[in-house]
Structures are given as C-alpha cells and as structure tokens.
C-alpha cells in the first residue's frame, strides 16, 4: 500500500518546528556558557537550569488549556514572534555587556513558560494537517528533524559561535524563532473545530483537570503515559551520569566524547525515519512494546560494557528506541483523543511522563557520588527493565478503538472510559 502524502502544510509545520529546535540547541549551551562567564558558583548555574526546567510542570496544563481554547496555527505563530523578541533582547543585553544572572534566569524561564503553550499548541495542530494514517510517521520525522538539528548542527555549533562573540547564538536563535513564526503563519487555516466556550463554571482550572480526566480515563492512554514516567526516571538518570560514566568505565577520550554523543543523534535519526514503518507494520502498541525490549536490551548492554564500541553501539540503539516511542506515543494520542481535548490531554501527557525526570536525575547523582557511575549504570538498566516488564503485562493485546472523531462542545469534557487498541 502506498503511504498517504504529509502534504504542503506538513512541511511548513515540519519546517517550523526544526527552526525552532535548532535555536534551542544554540541558546541552550550557549546559557550554559555565559553564565560560566559571570559566575563559577554551580548553585547560581544550577538556578539557571533550573528555571528553564519549571515551567513545563507548573505551566503544562494552563498551556493546553488555552491550546484548545484559541486558533492554534496563530498562538504557534505569537508565541514563536514573542519567544523571537526575548531572545532577541537578550542578544543585545550580552552585547551591551548588560546580562547578569539575574537576566539569564528570566530569560530562560519566559522561553520555557512560553513553550508549554507552543508545544501543546503544535501537538494538537498536527491532526489537522495530516491523514491519521500518516501521523507515525509525521511524528517520526519530526523527531528525526529535530534529532539532526539539536545533534549535529544546534549543539556544535552553539560553542563555536559563543567563542566567535557571545551575543551570537542568540541572535541566530531569535531568527529561527521569528522564522518558524512566519512558516507557522503560511499554514492554511485548519477546518472550524469545537471549542470550549468560557463562561460560569468553565474555569481554567477546570478545563485542565477535564484533560487530566480523559487521559486517566483512557485505560491504554493512560498506560502508555505511566510507562513514558517509569522510562524517564532511568532515561534522566542515565543522562546525568553519562558523560562520567563514558569517560571513567568506557575509557572514551575527552576528544572522542563528541563522536560518542554522535552515535545516539544517529540513533535517534534512524528511529525517527523508521517509526512509521514500524508502526505500519506491527501497530501501534505492539511497535511500543517491542521497543521497549529493545531499549531494555540495549541498556543491559551499555551497563556491561567496558569498551567505547560496544557502549557507543548500545546507547545508538537506546536512543533510536527513545525516539520511536517519543513518536508513537504522540500519535496514538494525537489519534484517539477528541479535536476539542487535544491540548490538554496532550499536555497532560507531558506533565505526567516528565514528572518523574528530575527524580531519576537526583537519585543518580546521589548514588553515583556514594557507589561510582557504574552501579549507576547498572541500577538504571534494572529499573528499565522493570518498566519493561510492567509495560508488558499492562499493554497486552486488547479491542481495537475507533480514532476519535468529531466531537460536539458538549460532550468534549467527558471522560468516560473508552475501549482500548
């Protein structure tokens, strides 16, 4: 069977949302490095982390809320012009030597408040621009595009234009924002949807608990979206231990940790383009569990390793696992849940599989301090592997369930269970 087209409007968003990862992958670091140029107090750094890190749990369901409540199309487009104007005021903050701390902080929280509402935004957006059949796929690529821009060109060229002058990763990542904003606006208008109208009883807060409500409703949605927190809490883990773990057990020299790191964005690239594939071939929810195997696999081995090679050969692997799954969960999602609901159960997906992440990198520091990045490792692969085998058990062979349709602003809110694929 020939695989439905992604279309002109496909590309445009596709477009967008890579410009947009690219400016992430050269702020990000870039952060990172001017506040090492003002302060060496890991604390104050670690608060710059931190406020970037924050508003995804305290902002994800207010962004979805109003994801469904406004045109989304336009709120990608606003957002993407006002996160242009912020890191473009930063940019010539650093030129005019006028960025402290305190400024940094600021930036980097309004950046990631200001995403919450652009990602619920775009992963409700997407439905409207492809066939369902062709959503894995979409995802897919999506995840594969943003795997190359953040990989290869974002993070390595972040450093490289810091050293050159350090007002300039921020100024390129200011026109990828005001790019994605005008691709986002060259989008054809989506068909009229139902929308929840404000009004006496239908309160913010209200609305978001109603897209905590159907996820917890949706016995398989749900399900998926507990293995994603069980699998982030070693995912998390891992990374904060991976570059020690790389240079003190696999012995991989400080200057092949770069082409180390380039074997996962490799991974990830290969697990982009193929999670459609695999999706066609298995559905959905099998494809997740297979996954699932396979990263669990590939984590045993990476803890047993003692060699840059095989190491570098199992974390390429896990992470084409990590993006295949980031793919097919958005898509069974993205098929089963109302047009009306979108955004908020879309962010409350979110919210529930990232609440487990700064958990995971915590306990990893902790433990890693006390026993060394070895059992670390070791301890990370063991949770991972449970996970895989709840995950088996809870995402058995079930009745399929009919994508979800049209819904009336009536019955948008309502949760009730719905049989499972």
Request: hydrophobic share 55%; no cysteine; proline share 8%.
């Amino acid at each position: 069977m020939t695989a439905p087209p992604l279309g002109r409007d496909y590309r445009l968003l596709w477009s967008a949302a890579v410009s947009s990862r690219l400016g992430d992958a050269l702020r990000t670091p870039a952060l990172a490095l001017l506040a090492a140029t003002l302060t060496r107090d890991p604390r104050v750094i670690a608060v710059v982390t931190v406020a970037g890190q924050l508003p995804p749990l305290l902002f994800g369901l207010l962004g979805g809320v109003y994801a469904d409540r406004w045109d989304r199309r336009r709120t990608m487009a606003v957002v993407d012009g006002l996160r242009a104007a912020v890191v473009g005021g930063l940019a010539l903050a650093v030129a005019l030597d006028r960025a402290g701390v305190a400024a940094l902080v600021t930036v980097a929280f309004l950046l990631a408040a200001l995403g919450t509402l652009f990602d619920a935004a775009s992963f409700a957006m997407l439905p409207s621009v492809v066939p369902p059949a062709a959503l894995a796929r979409a995802n897919g690529r999506l995840q594969a595009g943003s795997a190359v821009a953040g990989g290869f060109l974002g993070a390595p060229a972040a450093g490289v234009l810091f050293a050159l002058a350090a007002p300039l990763p921020f100024a390129v990542d200011a026109l990828t924002f005001a790019a994605a904003a005008l691709l986002t606006l060259a989008l054809r208008p989506p068909p009229p949807r139902p929308r929840p109208h404000p009004g006496r009883g239908r309160s913010v807060w209200r609305e978001g608990v109603e897209g905590v409500r159907w996820l917890r409703g949706d016995a398989m949605l749900w399900r998926l979206t507990m293995a994603t927190a069980g699998s982030n809490l070693a995912i998390s883990g891992l990374m904060a231990v991976l570059v020690l773990y790389a240079l003190d057990v696999l012995r991989v020299p400080p200057a092949g940790y770069g082409l180390f790191a380039a074997g996962a964005v490799l991974g990830g690239l290969a697990g982009g383009l193929g999670a459609g594939r695999l999706a066609a071939r298995l559905g959905t929810v099998p494809a997740l569990r297979a996954v699932l195997a396979g990263q669990a696999v590939a984590l045993t081995g990476l803890a047993l390793a003692r060699h840059p090679v095989p190491g570098g050969l199992a974390l390429a692997v896990f992470a084409a696992g990590t993006t295949v799954w980031n793919g097919l969960w958005a898509s069974y999602g993205q098929r089963h849940v109302p047009a009306a609901l979108l955004g908020r159960v879309g962010a409350a997906q979110r919210m529930v599989g990232l609440l487990t992440a700064p958990v995971g990198a915590a306990l990893a520091g902790v433990a890693g301090a006390a026993y060394g990045v070895g059992p670390v490792a070791a301890a990370v692969a063991g949770v991972f592997v449970l996970v895989t085998l709840a995950a088996w058990r809870t995402l058995g062979p079930a009745a399929p369930a009919p994508p979800a349709g049209p819904t009336s602003a009536a019955t948008a809110g309502r949760p009730g269970r719905r049989p499972s694929r």
